[in-house]
C-alpha cells in the first residue's frame, strides 16, 4: 500500500470514517474535509498521523499533508468514499443528534467576524483558480524573460507561450464570475455572464454619463459584487415565479437587471473603490518605505497561519490591471524566505530525527515558495520560531520596499516568483531572498529554537 493510501486511511479512520464525510475538497497543501458530525473526529488523533504537518478545524477541517501529495491523498479519499472532489453528500438520513452536529458548526461559521467570514469568501472563489494562475504566470514570466534577453517576441513558439500564458488572465473575470456564484449558491453560469458583462470590449463604444464605458472598470471587486447579486437576485424572484415558467424568466430578468445595474452603478462604484485600494497601497509603500515593506512582510505569515492570505488575490490582480506590475506579491514572498531560514536554523541546531525528518520534506518547496509545509508541520507547533520566522521575513520586506522590486504576475513565491519580476531587477529580487534567509536563520538560531523545545514534535 502507497504511503498517500495509507495516509488516507488514517485520516479517515480519526475523523469518524467515510460515512461522516459531507464534502471532499483540496488546495495546492491542503486536504480540505465538510464532516456531517464534526464531534466523531479526533483533531489531536489526525494531528498525530505520520505524513501530516498541520490541522486547520475551521469551518471545514483542513489537514496539511504538502503539495503533490495533497492530490494523491484526496483521490484516495475521493474513491474509498465514492465523493468527487468538491462534491457534497446529501443524506436525508441524518439523525437528529448529526443534524444538530451540522447546525453547530454551520452557527460557528456565523460566529466568526464579518471580515474574517468575507476574507474567507474570497479565498474560496480565488483558490480552485490558484493551479491555472500559477501555472500561465511562470510560462508568462518565461516567455517575457526570454524576450528581455533579446528572443524574437514574433517567433512562433514565443507567440504560443505568450497566449498559453496569457489565456487565463483574458478569460478570469468570467472565471471569477463563475466561482462567485458557486460559492454563494447561485447558478455559475449567471455569475460568469456578470464578470463577461463587465470586462467586455463592446463596453467602449457605450457611452454612460457622459464617458465611455472602460472595459474592465473596477476590475475583479466589481466582479465579485455584480456576481454575488446575480445571486441574490435569481434567489429571490425564483420565490415569487411559477415553477412551470422559472427555467425562463428567472435567468432572464436576474441577466437584465444586473446588467444595467452593473453599468450604470456597480463599475464606476467598484472602480472609485479599486482606486482607492491602489492609491492607499501606493501611498503606504512611498511614504513608509522600508518600513511598511517590513511590517506587510511580517505580518503575512499569520495570514497564512489562518488561510486568509488568499484574500488578498484580488489585490495583486487588480494591480496587474491598472498599472501593470505588483508591488505587493515581491514584498509578501519575504514572508516564505524567513521561514526557510528559522527551519534551516533548527536544523542545524536540533537533533530531534522526527523534526529533523519534517524539515527535510518540506524545506525543498519552502524553497519554491510553498511555505505551508514547513508553517504547520515546524515554525507553528514550535511557537518561538514562528516569530523569529516573521522577524527575518520583516527584513526581507523592508528590502523589497527600498528597491520597489514589482511582479509582472501572480504565481508562487519564493524562487519561482523570479521568472516573473519586473524591471529586469531578478537579481535584486533574489538579493532580498537570500536576506530573508539569512535573518530568518540568525534570529532562529540566536534567540529562537532550544532543543527541549522539539520534545513535543
Not at 484526496?74 to 448529526?98: F, K, M, W, Y
Request: charged share 15%; proline share 5%; glycine share 12%.
Amino acid at each position: 500500500m502507497k504511503k498517500e493510501e495509507v495516509l488516507a486511511q488514517a485520516i479517515l479512520e480519526h475523523v469518524g470514517g467515510k460515512d461522516n464525510l459531507r464534502q471532499l475538497a483540496h488546495c495546492m497543501t491542503r486536504v480540505r474535509l465538510s464532516l456531517k458530525d464534526p464531534t466523531q473526529a479526533d483533531i489531536d488523533a489526525v494531528k498525530r498521523i505520520d505524513g501530516v504537518m498541520g490541522v486547520i478545524d475551521d469551518e471545514t477541517l483542513q489537514i496539511v499533508v504538502g503539495p503533490g501529495t495533497v492530490n494523491r491523498v484526496a483521490d484516495h479519499l475521493s474513491r474509498e468514499t465514492g465523493l468527487a472532489i468538491g462534491e457534497e453528500s446529501v443524506d436525508p438520513n441524518l439523525t437528529p443528534e448529526e443534524r444538530a452536529a451540522v447546525e453547530r458548526q454551520k452557527v460557528k461559521a456565523k460566529q466568526q467576524s464579518p471580515f474574517k467570514r468575507f476574507l474567507r469568501r474570497i479565498g474560496n472563489i480565488f483558490i480552485p483558480l490558484i493551479p491555472g494562475l500559477v501555472a500561465s504566470g511562470i510560462i508568462n514570466g518565461g516567455a517575457n524573460f526570454a524576450k528581455n534577453a533579446g528572443v524574437d517576441a514574433t517567433q512562433t513558439w514565443m507567440q504560443i507561450l505568450l497566449l498559453i500564458g496569457g489565456t487565463v488572465f483574458a478569460y478570469l473575470a468570467i472565471l471569477v464570475g463563475w466561482n462567485t456564484a458557486k460559492e454563494f449558491g447561485g447558478t455559475p453560469v449567471l455569475g460568469a455572464i456578470a464578470g463577461g458583462i463587465l470586462f467586455n470590449p463592446v463596453l467602449a463604444d457605450i457611452t454612460i454619463y457622459g464617458e465611455p464605458l472602460v472595459p474592465g472598470r473596477g476590475g475583479l471587486f466589481g466582479v465579485i459584487f455584480a456576481a454575488w447579486l446575480m445571486t441574490y437576485l435569481e434567489k429571490h424572484i425564483r420565490r415569487f415565479m411559477f415553477a412551470s415558467i422559472d427555467i425562463i424568466f428567472t435567468p432572464l430578468f436576474t441577466v437584465l437587471i444586473v446588467g444595467f445595474a452593473s453599468l450604470y452603478a456597480i463599475m464606476p462604484i467598484a472602480g472609485l473603490l479599486s482606486d482607492g485600494i491602489m492609491k492607499a497601497i501606493n501611498a503606504v509603500l512611498e511614504v513608509g518605505g522600508p518600513l511598511a515593506g517590513a511590517v506587510l512582510a511580517g505580518f503575512f505569515l499569520p495570514l497564512v497561519m489562518v488561510g486568509l492570505h488568499h484574500g488578498l488575490t484580488p489585490i495583486h490582480l487588480e494591480f496587474l490591471n491598472t498599472i501593470g506590475n505588483t508591488p505587493l506579491l515581491p514584498i509578501l514572498a519575504m514572508a516564505g524566505a524567513g521561514q526557510v531560514g528559522a527551519a534551516m536554523a533548527i536544523f542545524v541546531k536540533t537533533r530531534n530525527p522526527r523534526l529533523r525528518n519534517i524539515i527535510k520534506g518540506a524545506i525543498p518547496v519552502g524553497f519554491l515558495g510553498i511555505g505551508e509545509p514547513l508553517l504547520y508541520g515546524v515554525t507553528l507547533p514550535l511557537g518561538r520560531p514562528f516569530v523569529t520566522a516573521c522577524l527575518g521575513a520583516a527584513v526581507g520586506g523592508a528590502f523589497q520596499a527600498t528597491m520597489k522590486t514589482t511582479a509582472l504576475g501572480v504565481g508562487v513565491s519564493g524562487l519561482s516568483l523570479t521568472p516573473l519580476i519586473d524591471n529586469g531587477m531578478y537579481l535584486t529580487y533574489i538579493a532580498g531572498l537570500v536576506i530573508s534567509y539569512a535573518a530568518g536563520f540568525l534570529f532562529t538560531y540566536w534567540f529562537g529554537f532550544k532543543e527541549e523545545m522539539a520534545d513535543g514534535i
